[in-house]
Structure formats: structure tokens, C-alpha cells
Nanobody, 115 residues
Framework: QVQLVESGGGLVQAGGSLRLSCAAS????????MGWYRQAPGKERGLVAV???????TYADSVKGRFTISRDNAKNTLYLQMNSLKPEDTAVYYC?????????WGQGTQVTVSS
């Protein structure tokens, strides 16, 4: 059974930084796609950043230049370095991974940015 476990969320002041991690386990296949999504209260879940196994990345316009997604394929771990955080970045951040059997979600980690 595939499990994704996020960590690293918390409370930070505007302008600060956080690093999220997502440890993936249980897949018989390599994850060809891993990404971070977020959902703020009253809003739909939306893409933050994704990274493919070969290393190519895509970012939401709102986080470009501030967030960096990376992955350690050997450890099946996904990271999101978040710098220059803004109050509008406040949300629950979810890890997503996809392999040949389908897609999986973590339980989410809360990020709160105070002004």
C-alpha cells in the first residue's frame, strides 16, 4: 500500500521560510510524477509545483521565484523549499505522487503565514 507522509509545516512570519518533505513508500514502481498542491479555507485544491522523474518542473505563477521543488529518487522523498512566504500562502499543503497503478495523496500539512 502506497503511503505519502508530509512533514515540515508550521507557523511562520511573512518573509520567512519553511521546507516541506514528503516521504513516499509502498510503490512497486517508480513515481514518474510527484507534486505539491495546496488548499486554503473556502478554496479548491490547486497545484503549487510538480516535478517529473527526469527532473523537469512546473510551478504555479504565484510561487515562481519563491518556491523550489526537488526530489531524491533514491529515497523516494519530495521536498518543497518555500522562501519569502506571504500570508496568502497559508493553506494545507498536500503531497501527490503517481505511478503505473495510479495517483496517491498524503494527509496534508498545515502552513500558516502571519502578517
Amino acid at each position: 500500500q502506497v503511503q505519502l507522509v508530509e512533514s515540515g509545516g508550521g507557523l511562520v512570519q511573512a518573509g520567512g521560510s519553511l521546507r516541506l518533505s514528503c516521504a513516499a513508500s509502498g510503490s512497486k514502481f517508480s513515481f514518474n510524477f510527484m507534486g505539491w498542491y495546496r488548499q486554503a479555507p473556502g478554496k479548491e485544491r490547486g497545484l503549487v509545483a510538480v516535478i517529473f522523474r527526469a527532473g523537469s518542473t512546473t510551478y504555479a505563477d504565484s510561487v515562481k521565484g519563491r518556491f523550489t521543488i526537488s526530489r531524491d529518487n533514491a529515497k523516494n522523498t519530495l521536498y518543497l523549499q518555500m522562501n519569502s512566504l506571504k500570508p496568502e500562502d497559508t493553506a494545507v499543503y498536500y503531497c501527490n505522487a503517481r505511478d503505473l497503478n495510479g495517483g496517491y495523496w498524503g494527509q496534508g500539512t498545515q502552513v500558516t503565514v502571519s502578517s
